[in-house]
């Protein structure tokens, strides 16, 4: 592989991380009014992400639905209620091991800025919602159902318009993010935040290694029946997927690996056409791992209080429905995730945009870990639905 095609593999992150150096070596050197035009651009950006989200998550569940259905419509509520468990489990431990681990609480007091030094948008705009992302859930979860049942074929036809439609809404988007994310890194550079941020978050990222696929490995221990020798076979055949969405920072990228590992793992090969393509892009245990964790982080960061458990279960549910609206690109996991961050965690456009940032520099990661994870679904799935056949089969007998 070339070079110049090394380097298109891994652009995304080494834009962003262009654009924090660049924020935070050259960001005092530009005038007030420079920063202040950046800052108010980057929140514009927000403003549209927000407005526009609730149309590409109908069109995304509506897929996910649809997928769904019309692959395996008879293990719909098998994979739903799995992956829904699994990805709300992840998300409910991500939240324990960030209370719980010392050193994810960050300095609180990051910020040296003077009140009457505060940068200030140059203009702003109140764009709204006309559709809240719940609503858009709902429905689009309720009308793919529908046709799914109903006009199977109808269902395909505007699963592929909608898909047209998603994909050409992140090919117009993920230009402006670093966009979005210079203005904010501005920001926080000018309050005297950025430079404690970045070399304070290295210990974020080696606790969501060692828990995230400390946690998976343990999932292929127990589906192992913890035989050292099985382990070591189920984790060798889903390697080569990882290797892929890692240098691709796409799980859909490695999907055909993914099924060529889940057809030695699984004791039926034909369910692995089944689950893989299903869950690629709904059930991603990396995403569970690093983003509460690191939202929580970043929260404490800003001199926010830890939320209570009370607090984080409304978001980790919505977090979860908003897992199957994700997008099947790099970086596609967090964006979708903004509104909902915001909305239940209070987190302002600051924190958002470093979570952003700190997600996709970090992607190959994440990613790595959620085709690793799916792997293990993939397993799961297979004894589930072998296991319901069996337990039917014997009713019959009876």
Partial sequence: MSHVKRLKR??????FLASLAFSLLFGGLVSYEVRSFMYAVSLTIKELLVFSLPFVVFALIFNSITKLG???????????????TSNFMNTMLSYLISIGVPGTGIDTTLSDVDSNQELLPMFTTNIGTLVSNDVAMICGASLG?????????LAEKLSSVFSIFTRWFFKILMPLIPVFIMGTAVKLQHDGMLAKICQ????ILVIFVI???GYVVL?????SAFRVEKCSEYIRNILPAMVTAFGS??????????????????DEKCNAGIIVPATTSIHLVGDCFFLPLVAVAVMMSFGMACPSFADYLPFAIHFVLAKFAVAAVPGGGVLVMIPVMQKYLGMSSEMLALVTALYILFDPLITTCNVAGNGALAIMFDRIVRALRSSKRSRCQT
């Fill in 10 to 15: 891994f652009g995304m992150p080494i834009v």
């Fill in 70 to 84: 019309v692959k395996a419509l008879g293990y719909v509520l098998v994979v739903v209620v799995l992956v829904c």
């Fill in 145 to 153: 159902i529908l046709l799914v049942l109903l006009k199977g074929d």
């Fill in 200 to 203: 304070q978050y290295l210990p």
């Fill in 211 to 213: 828990s995230a696929y």
């Fill in 219 to 223: 999932q292929y221990m127990v589906l």
């Fill in 249 to 266: 920072m796409s799980s859909t990228a490695a999907m055909p690996l993914s099924i060529q590992a889940a057809e030695k793992n699984l």
